[in-house]
């Protein structure tokens, strides 16, 4: 298995809800990102964890709130987001070694916030 | 700061011409070098370049890394409509948190039949 995989593939949410966006990896990468995008921009980065443990936060607002329960497995979990944080959310896993220099994009969670 | 800059920042052509796309890095810690293509969707992966003066090669697409000027070109030949996409160059690199991938801005390639 050579894949990242996101779900949902398109969030819609009110400003109230709360969600979860998920993303799955079985290729033994120890280090996993949260990315967004908006658009006609690059991505952007949120956040890093190595060996499930958080070792990047971007400065990102509280209403985003990362998690990795397992080394395959992190969750973003949303709450009282604003119309601006509507994007392209991205995942990415990588190897943790020095010796390893690729990156594995999933293929996104377009989220609208309403 | 690490910071990866992409020139042109768009590009119009007509099908069977060729296009370079340049991008230019200062980071610390270089490990590789990556291109993206991104249509609607997330990027898609073209390129790892690591080391510096072997031309990497996909059908019409082809790039090369030169450490020595910190930078790499990504080459289109006999381009087509489907080729229009936003180009990603990246650039990755090695701290304590992991590998980082740091995106330039991109180059908007439009393809006019």
Request: glycine letters at 6%; proline letters at 4%; charged letters at 20%.
């Amino acid at each position: 298995d050579t894949e990242v995989t996101q779900t949902p593939k398109h969030l819609v949410m009110g400003m109230t809800n709360k969600k979860s966006l998920k993303c799955e990896q079985h290729m033994g990468h120890r280090a996993m990102y949260w990315y967004k995008q908006k658009a006609k921009k690059p991505p952007e980065l949120m956040f890093v964890y190595s060996y499930e443990k958080l070792s990047i936060n971007e400065s990102v607002p509280s209403r985003f709130s990362p998690e990795c329960p397992n080394s395959s497995l992190l969750n973003l979990h949303l709450h009282a987001l604003q119309p601006e944080d509507s994007a392209l959310y991205l995942c990415a896993s990588s190897q943790r070694d020095r010796d390893s220099a690729g990156y594995t994009f999933g293929s996104g969670t377009r989220l609208t916030v309403v | 700061e690490d910071k990866v800059v992409q020139s042109p920042l768009s590009l119009v052509v007509h099908e069977g011409d060729t296009v370079t796309l340049n991008c230019s890095y200062e980071v610390t810690n270089f490990r590789s070098l990556l291109w993206y293509k991104q249509e609607k969707k997330a990027p898609t992966f073209l390129f790892m370049l690591t080391s510096s003066g072997i031309e990497k090669k996909s059908g019409r697409l082809s790039s090369i890394l030169d450490k020595k000027e910190l930078s790499s070109i990504l080459n289109i030949t006999a381009t087509q409509t489907g080729d229009s996409a936003i180009y990603l160059c990246a650039v990755g690199t090695f701290n304590n948190a992991g590998n980082m991938l740091t995106f330039g801005g991109g180059t908007r390639l439009m393809v006019k039949p």
